[in-house]
């Protein structure tokens, strides 16, 4: 149980890291971007860089609500 708990912790760990790498890293895209230069439009690396953090992002906070200890509630009254 207890080992579940730690996977759990650092799923969303790792999910919200992913998050946070999407948004830097997107950052620097924008930055970078210089749209006369470009074959194509700013979202094409949004899409882009969301396959590369967020749809990790989801898996990792799916796994993580799935290995969460039964004992954690979601209402504490």
Do not use: W
């Amino acid at each position: 149980m207890e080992n579940t708990k730690k996977i759990s912790i650092f799923l969303f760990a790792a999910a919200f890291l992913l998050v946070l790498g999407f948004a830097i890293r997107l950052g620097a895209d924008y930055f970078q971007y210089v749209e006369g230069l470009k074959n194509h439009p700013f979202y094409f690396y949004i899409l882009g860089r969301g396959a590369t953090f967020i749809a990790p992002a989801v898996l990792c906070t799916i796994g993580g609500r799935k290995l969460r200890p039964a004992h954690v509630k979601k209402d504490k009254k």
